[in-house]
């Protein structure tokens, strides 16, 4: 049995030690391993047959063979259940960084492209504060979440923390902007009222349906505060260097 945990909230792992091991180092380097807290939730991880298998409930549950890319599968399902129920804290699928103005979130669930639009603005010089999730104090203030990201590298890319990271005990920030981006040919967007930006994140809440009202509570208070644009974006540098010219 290991317990992951961080920020009040904790996973029980249970499974072949192999397998546990592997998962674990996938996890965020912040996250403390073994530390005796009460445990909301146990994921059992099972190696049969060649088939590596997370089991958890709400359909969150992974198989396939062994490997680094199930590995990693598994431990973004273990990450998406603890930050579920981070006990003062909203999670938001975005991508996550900041300039000297402020934070610039860009909501979005996997595979939409929030990873390399993150990637491009640390390239315009940003900070990163996470390429997954957004998290959300009651008054909107935006708290730095530095998971391991793929970066490009002289031989190809590998994962890791980047070197702009804000570190995940930094005071949390203010946001400035709100981008609802999909990918599309171009830039082609329009200014959102904080009613519409607050519809928009609570599309992409991780925490608005276990808690509903002390998510909206925290996305009010950051579409309140913060600018936000909804629309298709083409280029993931030219829109790094739109958003920074906001």
């Known amino acids: 049995m290991t317990v992951v945990s961080w920020g009040g909230s904790a996973v029980e792992l249970v499974g072949p030690d192999v ?47 062994p490997s680094a890319e199930i590995h990693r599968a598994c431990a973004s399902r273990i990450e998406l259940v603890l930050v579920d129920r981070l006990p003062d804290l909203v999670a938001v699928h975005a991508g996550v960084v900041a300039d000297d103005r402020g934070v610039m979130l860009f909501p979005g669930r996997s595979m939409v492209g929030k990873s ?38 002289p031989t190809g890319s590998e994962r890791h923390v980047p070197d702009n990271a804000v570190a995940v005990d930094a005071a949390p920030r203010g946001a400035r902007l709100v981008a609802l981006l999909t ?27 276990r808690e509903p009202a002390r998510a909206l509570t925290a996305l009010t208070a950051l579409a309140e505060t913060a600018g936000a644009v909804a629309g298709t974006r083409g280029d993931a540098a030219e829109t790094a260097a739109r958003l920074m010219g906001r």
Not at 123 to 138: I, K, N, P, T, V
Not at 147 to 153: G, V, W
């Open 19 to 65: 397998l546990v091991d592997d998962v674990v180092a996938c996890l965020p380097p912040f996250y403390d391993v073994g530390t005796q807290v009460s445990v909301g939730v146990t994921a059992e991880l099972s190696l049969e047959t060649g088939i590596a298998t997370l089991h958890l409930d709400d359909g969150l549950g992974v198989s396939g063979p």
């Open 116 to 153: 390399t639009l993150t990637r491009a603005l640390l390239d315009a010089g940003c900070d990163y504060l996470s390429d997954e999730f957004a998290l959300l104090g009651d008054d909107g203030r935006v708290h730095p979440y530095p998971r391991a990201m793929t970066l490009r590298t």
């Open 183 to 209: 990918f599309g040919s171009a830039w082609e967007t329009r200014d959102l009222t904080p009613g519409e930006a607050t519809m928009g994140l609570i599309d992409n809440c991780v925490s608005i349906r």
